[in-house]
T-cell receptor
Framework: GNSVTQMEGPVTLSEEAFLTINCTYT??????LFWYVQYPGEGLQLLLK?????DKGSNKGFEATYRKETTSFHLEKGSVQVSDSAVYFC????????????FGSGTQLTVLP | NAGVTQTPKFRVLKTGQSMTLLCAQD?????MYWYRQDPGMGLRLIHY???????AKGEVPDGYNVSRLKKQNFLLGLESAAPSQTSVYFC??????????????????FGPGTRLTVL
């Protein structure tokens, strides 16, 4: 079956620090990969996505590269801000599955001023 | 556009009571989903629908029923609530690519969630 494993949290960083949140996956078929972000009290929003090997998704200074050889999709940001404090979810979907998303457990990020 | 809306935002039930959660989307999306979010477990799919009048089971369907009588609405029902159903429920919708064999790139758009407590 499909599964996503992401770095346990919580993660606490100072403003302007470098962020990495690890995500690895197993999938039957050829998945698309996503990072979703959930701000306090809100629903999930798509942060970035990648659909094939070596694709890099990017948005709001965040980046993640689809690595088929290591089955990974790690999230990075060079300089985090207090406003980046949120829960981050790695997810995948495969064709022919009604686009169902399989989520990781989420990583809580807190950025301190 | 309001996007995806959910009603109610909060609800407290007693064990054995029933209720219906309403999800509405105004984006003309074909696919709709119900997830539950529990601490440390991410989101898990309860049921989904690929079009008006169709529904299918997801990963954790037991204790829930759904209906999609109109394209824009997706209802989640609890017939006899149990404390194990205490959770945050999220609805989502998406518009599928025309080519079914194409890698699934479709973005799912989420509602703000319903926090349900079963005592």
């Amino acid at each position: 079956g499909n599964s996503v494993t992401q770095m346990e949290g919580p993660v606490t960083l100072s403003e302007e620090a470098f962020l990495t949140i690890n995500c690895t996956y197993t999938a039957t078929g050829y998945p698309s990969l996503f990072w979703y972000v959930q701000y306090p009290g809100e629903g999930l929003q798509l942060l970035l996505k990648a659909t094939k090997a070596d694709d890099k998704g990017s948005n709001k200074g965040f980046e993640a590269t689809y690595r088929k050889e290591t089955t990974s999709f790690h999230l990075e940001k060079g300089s985090v801000q207090v406003s980046d404090s949120a829960v981050y979810f790695c997810a995948l979907s495969v064709s022919g599955s009604a686009r169902q998303l399989t989520f990781g457990s989420g990583t809580q990020l807190t950025v301190l001023p | 556009n309001a996007g995806v809306t959910q009603t109610p935002k909060f609800r407290v039930l007693k064990t054995g009571q029933s209720m219906t959660l309403l999800c509405a989307q105004d984006m003309n999306h074909e696919y709709m989903y119900w997830y539950r979010q529990d601490p440390g477990m991410g989101l898990r799919l309860i049921h989904y629908s690929v079009g008006e009048g169709t529904t299918a089971k997801g990963e954790v369907p037991d204790g829930y029923n759904v209906s999609r009588l109109k394209k824009q609405n997706f209802l989640l029902g609890l017939e006899s609530a149990a404390p194990s159903q205490t959770s945050v429920y999220f609805c989502a919708s998406s518009y599928p690519s025309a080519r079914q064999s194409f890698p699934s790139t479709d973005t799912q758009y989420f509602g703000p969630g319903t926090r349900l407590t079963v005592l």
